[in-house]
């Protein structure tokens, strides 16, 4: 009985300091399957990056073809890639609980996020910048004032850089993307701030709408991975190289933003 008691005093001491006891290595669980998968956390509401869409009922855009190449690339095209919701506010704590393998989800390296989750290498480069209606006083951040109300997304580096860089005006959270667009509709914010792709997107939908000056931030994005998976995070890297050198990267951007991007920023 002394024995078993101490036993579990020491598991309870171990999950008590944060330590994860008995998760599996995703590399290995790769390898031992004959139906590999792996499982990307991808965001629903983004056009261009991730978005449903209710004709074809299926998530689509630039990340969920990069999590397919990646996926077929490290399981000798073997595998499946299984995609799961996530927002800007869900997307770590659904990776730290092991609900998914990885983010690939419009999401910025940061220091702060650094310490949390491991990250690919970058792929791909964006920037925060300013969506407005057309003919709006907004000529870039610079031109921010007192009387200009920002919406942002709750989670975002978007809403902690804006706050950062102009302390002046006021911040309006919303929960995700539809949301915050919707808001600037309706007139609730005079701009919505997130990095610039995703804000393409939205001009392409809404050409009533425009960027406005130039990006004010360099928001890298990259994969997240939990800490102690090591293995799985070279894999990707990796893989991503692999893409990236063969082409397949290249056709995948060319498909999402055909130059759409570069012509407008």
């Known amino acids: 009985m002394k024995i078993i008691s101490i036993f579990l005093l020491a598991l309870f001491m171990l999950t008590g300091c944060g330590q994860v006891v008995g998760t599996k290595d995703i590399s290995e669980r790769i390898d031992a399957s004959d ?3 792996i499982v990307w956390g991808v965001k629903t509401d983004t056009n ?17 073809d990069i999590a ?6 490290m399981t000798d095209g073997q595998g ?25 989800a419009t999401m910025t390296i940061t220091p702060e996020r650094a310490e949390v989750v491991s990250f690919s290498d970058v792929y791909f480069d964006a920037g925060q910048s300013l969506l407005v209606k057309k003919g709006s ?10 009387d200009h109300t920002i919406i ?20 309006l959270e919303m929960e995700n993307y539809s949301e915050g667009f919707v808001a600037l509709q ?12 995703i804000l393409l ?16 931030t360099e928001e890298p994005y990259g994969i997240a991975i939990d800490k102690g998976q090591e293995a799985f995070l070279q894999e990707v890297n990796e893989a991503l190289a692999t893409i990236r050198a063969n082409g397949v990267y290249d056709q995948i951007y060319d498909k999402w933003f055909g130059g759409l991007v570069d012509e407008e920023v």
């Open 68 to 73: 397919k190449a990646l996926t077929a690339e």
């Open 152 to 171: 942002a997304i709750k989670g975002s580096s978007s809403a902690q850089n804006i706050r950062d860089l102009a302390p002046q005006v006021s911040v």
């Open 35 to 37: 139906n590999p998968k």
């Open 201 to 216: 997107g939205m001009v392409e939908q809404n050409p009533n709408f425009t960027l406005a000056g130039e990006n004010f």
């Open 137 to 146: 006083d907004i000529q870039g951040i610079d031109s921010l004032t007192t």
């Open 186 to 197: 309706s007139g609730q914010g005079d701009a919505l701030t997130t990095d610039n792709a």
């Open 80 to 104: 499946e890639a299984e995609l799961v919701e996530v927002t800007s506010k869900t997307r770590i704590p659904l990776l730290k609980n092991g609900n998914i393998d990885a983010i690939i």
């Open 48 to 64: 261009l990056f991730g978005l449903y869409n209710i004709q074809d009922q299926e998530i689509q855009g630039f990340d969920v």
